[in-house]
């Protein structure tokens, strides 16, 4: 297995320009989520998903959106990017959240992302 | 809203000395989670924790909880260098399965 893979590793973008990270993971995980990583601030939750065709908003979902079309696959696009995105972000997976909870979740390698 | 305190926010500590890192949440929950960063790497998961009083033991590391208390220790004991990396706890909020991270605590353990 491979786990939680993400692409790209490293991103510079330009201020309003968009562009998708991608997400994988082939362990048959329910739960995943996306997370943003910066100095002092610990991990913020964006979105997560519970299964294919749920999302929903975590601690700072705006200026991101996602979708969950596959189990496999959950992509995190930013519509125009900013500065204050300029992050690490990490996705994450875990077996199942569906009422049973208590699962540890997996974390992807991490993309660099830098807005300038 | 569910919000996550760990103490202290950075911890240097000789080789050889225990310690113990807290974790505070403010809401209701009976899980909670452990999880360590290497520098410019990932998360790697060290406990789960799923009921009042539960502990767990890893090596130098041992992990409990007591959900009356909303409390979680992370206990290093007779700390060598290679522990030096940065621990984050992590509850998941009952019924909206989100899952909100502590801001970590950056251990360092000198020779």
């Known amino acids: 297995n491979a786990g939680v893979t993400q692409t790209p590793k490293f991103q510079v973008l330009k201020t309003g320009q968009s562009m998708t990270l991608q997400c994988a993971q082939d362990m048959n995980h329910e739960y995943m989520s996306w997370y943003r990583q910066d100095p002092g601030m610990g991990l913020r939750l964006i979105h997560y998903s519970v299964g294919a065709g749920i999302t929903d908003q975590g601690e700072v979902p705006n200026g991101y959106n996602v979708s969950r079309s596959t189990t496999e696959d959950f992509p995190l696009r930013l519509l125009s990017a900013a500065p204050s995105q300029t992050s690490v972000y990490f996705c994450?997976?875990?077996?199942?959240?569906?009422?049973?909870?208590?699962?540890?979740?997996?974390f992807g390698p991490g993309t660099r992302l830098l807005v300038l | 809203e569910l919000k996550v305190e760990q103490n202290p926010l950075f911890l240097s500590m000789q080789e050889g000395k225990n310690y113990t890192i807290y974790c505070n949440y403010s809401t209701t929950s009976d899980r909670l989670y452990w999880y360590r960063q290497d520098p410019g790497k990932s998360l790697e998961s060290l406990f789960v924790?799923?009921?009042?009083?539960a502990v767990k033991q890893e090596g130098r590391l041992m992990a409990s909880l007591d959900t009356k208390a909303r409390l979680s220790t992370l206990h290093i004991t007779a700390a060598v260098h290679d522990l030096s990396a940065t621990y984050f706890c992590?509850?998941?909020?009952?019924?909206?399965?989100?899952?909100?991270f502590g801001t970590g605590t950056r251990l360092k353990v000198l020779a």
């Open positions: 992590a509850v998941d909020e009952s019924r909206t399965y989100k899952y909100i």
């Open positions: 924790l799923l009921s009042n009083g």
């Open positions: 994450a997976s875990s077996y199942s959240r569906r009422g049973i909870g208590g699962e540890t979740q997996y």
